[in-house]
């Protein structure tokens, strides 16, 4: 079930209860696998019904329901025990640390009218979250992980196959696999000039970029370097 959403009609943006799956008064209990998130009107027909009888009428909905009651926590409470203790290193520096949920955060975006996106939630957690101002222009650079390299001794086919040896020139000419770069093509199909990163290069001088939908091959001296691999790729959305 997607969060913020009504586990019982699906409901979107409208205010949620804590629901029990098992009520309380046919001995159901407060741990976090027997509760779940339901809009008003739902919570208050179930009331102390039995999940079983409260959707007879939706036996997909039913099991799907039970199925996420009984899937083990272990991955939120790992991340839950890595929250607390990485805030726990930095309030020791004496820096004043607390702790905020998703859902203030959602609140905060909402009240204040912001779309749904990575960097604004960023804006919007806790307290210092409630009062922001985003400048609706605001354009904001996009990173994405490539990493850095590979630890592949020989290339596979697509069933897994030994193919043949891993490419082993780290850095040709002072550039490297991933690098950023500007290439002038003097002639050919491709002549003209583009930027992107090198997803090639070999030990002769020959490199390959990619640019957009293109993988263009050119000598090294048709390269210029922009920036190096960091092993990361940064990007500016379009308005």
Known sequence: ????????????????????????????????????????????????????????????????????????????????????????????????????????????????????????DAACVGETGASVSINPGFIPLDIKATGRGTHQTVRTDKYGFPRCAAGRCKRVMGFQTGDRVRLVQPSGKYSGEYVGRLSCIRARGDMDIKAGNYKITSSYKNFKLIQRSDGYEYSRREN
């Open 1 to 120: 079930m997607p969060p913020f959403t009504g586990c019982y009609c699906g409901k979107k943006d409208v205010p949620l209860q804590i629901e029990h799956i098992q009520p309380k008064a046919l001995g159901g209990s407060d741990r976090v696998s027997n509760l779940t998130i339901a809009c008003r009107p739902c919570n208050e027909k179930k009331a102390a019904q039995p999940i079983e009888k409260f959707l007879a009428s939706k036996p997909d909905l039913l099991k799907k329901i039970k199925a996420q009651a009984r899937s083990p926590l272990r991955d939120a409470a790992a991340v839950n025990s890595a929250r607390y203790a990485l805030g726990n290193e930095i309030r020791a520096f004496g820096l004043a640390t607390r702790f905020w949920s998703g859902g203030r955060t959602k609140f905060n975006c909402t009240a204040q009218g912001y779309a749904k996106d990575h960097y604004i």
